[in-house]
């Protein structure tokens, strides 16, 4: 196993894992087939069966990139959604669900994660209307996840966001609509490798607020980084909300690798996965972090440098800064506690 698996089976979204099929000529038809809602008072569409640790004072509400969908199926057709009433697909995020349960939720947090009807790649490069109309399917799926989790799991709890990349672009719209009941459990958004507009900082004001220090409550925490301003991929070359998590600062204001309390990286000499602490440092720059102590070459696909070129570290965003993350969440909550 390689570098780049690791970042395929702990960040990769369907920006990544897909970009194949919208590169090359193909013979194939289209596919509108859409499959069915999951019923999400099931526990088959949720990872693990959402046992209750009584003893964890708050939760995780998770939702992950684009894992493991086929861009087409065995007809030759291209597919729009992944159909998780098909094993296979359930059990294509288990790597990534996994890694982010124990990365973040740790002995702090219950971790609740519905399994939904993502788009494809295929549909991540249609003209912008066509995508806003395709994502309405998983966005359905999430909203009525959240809502199963809110009534039947939640049980009064504070509550964390957690995405990366297409899971992101969800919860923010989840956040854009969310009622004040929810809402005011809600601790923070952590909501990594997407992006956020003016238009959206203007028309939903009470819901998408920036983070703008390290304990802020109930604000989104975002960040696209790169080694390099000009390494940033065209799906998301323009956001309005950044912060450096190893500083919590929204300016240009550097900082150094000292600051970065670790994360988990795998060694390909010894085919380990190793805790790696004071990795990189970082500074802000046109609203992207720039990791300056990052090798570009970590998790850089040639084939797919048209979209992701040389520097681009999409792929690391949901873990880079792991455990300045995770340290962050628990002091989020404590903060929330203190305010209650």
């Not at 009941?181 to 238009?199: N, P, R």
């Not at 500083?247 to 970065?260: F, M, Q, R, V, Y």
């Not at 992701?308 to 989020?332: A, K, T, V, W």
Request: aromatic share 14%; proline share 5%.
């Amino acid at each position: 196993m390689k570098n780049i698996a690791f970042c395929k089976i702990i960040a990769t979204s369907a920006l990544f894992i897909l970009l194949s099929s919208c590169n090359k000529e193909t013979t194939t038809t289209l596919n509108s087939f859409v499959p069915a809602p999951p019923d999400y008072t099931d526990t088959l569409f949720w990872y693990g069966d959402n046992t209750i640790d009584t003893t964890l004072s708050a939760d995780i509400f998770y939702v992950y990139p684009t894992l493991g969908t086929k861009p087409v199926n065995d007809e030759g057709e291209r597919i729009y959604y992944s159909d998780i009433h098909q094993q296979s697909e359930r059990d294509a995020t288990a790597g990534n669900i996994g890694f982010n349960k124990m990365m973040y939720a740790d002995t702090t947090f219950n971790f609740f994660t519905p399994y939904y009807r993502q788009v494809t790649m295929e549909t991540i490069t249609m003209p912008e209307d066509s995508l806003e109309k395709r994502i309405a399917v998983p966005f359905a799926d999430i909203q009525n996840a959240f809502s199963e989790y809110m009534d039947e799991y939640n049980q009064g709890r504070p509550f964390i966001l957690l995405g990366h990349s297409q899971g992101s672009e969800l919860l923010i719209k989840l956040l854009e609509q969310m009622d004040q009941e929810d809402f005011d459990l809600m601790i923070a958004a952590y909501t990594f490798g997407w992006k956020i507009s003016q238009q959206q900082l203007e028309e939903f004001p009470q819901r998408i607020i920036p983070a703008q220090g390290e304990k802020d409550l109930q604000v989104i925490i975002t960040y696209n980084t790169v080694t390099d301003i000009n390494a940033r991929s065209p799906v998301i070359n323009e956001t309005e909300v950044c912060i450096n998590p190893l500083n919590w600062k929204t300016d240009g204001t550097p900082a150094s690798k000292e600051l970065h309390l670790g994360t988990i990286l795998y060694n390909r000499a010894t085919g380990n996965f190793d805790t790696v602490y004071n990795y990189t440092g970082a500074y802000m720059e046109n609203h992207f972090l720039v990791a300056t102590d990052v090798d570009p070459m970590r998790c850089y696909l040639e084939e797919y440098e048209d979209l992701f070129p040389l520097g681009n570290l999409h792929f690391m965003d949901s873990y880079l800064y792991g455990f300045n993350i995770r340290e962050n969440m628990q002091d989020r909550l404590l903060e929330f506690r203190e305010q209650e």
